[in-house]
């Protein structure tokens, strides 16, 4: 799943090197805590919070296959 996460964010940035994922395993759930540049923040983000959407409607397609939930964080630096 981070794999995934990381390759799609990085194509929406500007700076992908500065894209990084830290996996959290709880009891329930894994929290994928993403963090970018500040400027590449509304990128990630999208109009209204639609790319954000879209890469947890796949985030939560994927981990069917897995039987894990998964919960995507995006933090500010």
Request: glycine residues 8%.
């Amino acid at each position: 799943m981070k794999e995934l996460i990381t390759a799609i964010v990085r194509s929406l940035v500007d700076k992908p090197e500065e894209v990084q994922i830290k996996e959290v395993i709880g009891e329930h759930a894994h929290v994928l805590e993403l963090r970018v540049a500040k400027e590449d923040l509304g990128k990630v983000i999208g109009k209204g919070g639609a790319h954000a959407s879209a890469i947890r409607t796949l985030m939560a397609a994927t981990s069917g296959k897995e039987k894990k939930r998964y919960i995507l964080e995006i933090i500010e630096y």
